[in-house]
């Protein structure tokens, strides 16, 4: 099941919970909720390209946490169609390293495609760095109803055949399948 990285609020239950797999995700830049529509104003009081480093900065500390197996929608912070001013893949890189090294999967994630932004977590380029450094991904359509279960798998598996991708991952006890699509 997915779970927020809150580096002061992480409960060992949850982490440690008998689980297939646990999705790591940033949904809070401190205590600002990036995601929520009810909060949106913020993203005019801060520096763009600072909110997506400390974003992606977070996500390299969930990374070298080692208690998550995928990462959650990993460019969650477009979802209002905010984009750094720099490269996204400079911006990146460390937390993809750290992904790399701690040996989780990307998950790309349909949510978007029900969001603000219309597209894919991650963005094409990210999931392009993704596959250059030889990272796992797996599928999520981040479902909140029975009905969105497998939503726009079709759009996804097409997104990673582009980028060279033709096997994803899943996990049973915390262990690490292959699936060719």
């Known amino acids: ?3 927020d990285w809150l580096p002061n609020y992480l409960d060992k239950r949850v982490l440690d919970a008998k689980v297939d797999y646990l999705i790591g995700s940033v949904h809070f830049i401190d205590k600002w909720g990036f995601d929520n529509p009810e ?3 913020e993203f005019k009081n801060r520096d763009i390209d600072q909110i997506w480093q400390e974003y992606f900065d977070a996500i390299e500390q969930m990374a070298k946490s080692g208690y998550y197996n995928i990462v959650g929608h ?8 905010f984009r750094p001013k720099k490269d996204i893949r400079v911006i990146a890189k460390s937390a993809l390293k750290a992904i790399k090294n701690s040996g989780m999967a990307v998950e790309i994630n349909a949510a978007g495609l029900r969001k603000p932004v219309k597209e894919l977590y991650p963005s094409k380029a990210l999931l ?3 596959y250059a ?3 796992p991904i797996t599928f999520g ?3 909140h109803k029975v009905a969105d279960i497998g939503f726009a798998y079709k759009e996804a598996t097409e997104l990673a055949r582009e980028v060279g991708y033709s096997q994803s991952v899943s996990y049973k006890d915390k262990e690490r399948q292959l699936h060719k699509f």
């Not at 990993?74 to 169609?81: A, H, S």
């Open 39 to 41: 909060f949106i104003g």
């Open 74 to 81: 990993l460019d969650l912070m477009k979802i209002f169609n």
């Open 128 to 130: 392009q760095e993704c």
């Open 133 to 135: 450094l030889d990272i």
């Open 141 to 143: 359509s981040d479902a």
């Open 1 to 3: 099941y997915e779970a």
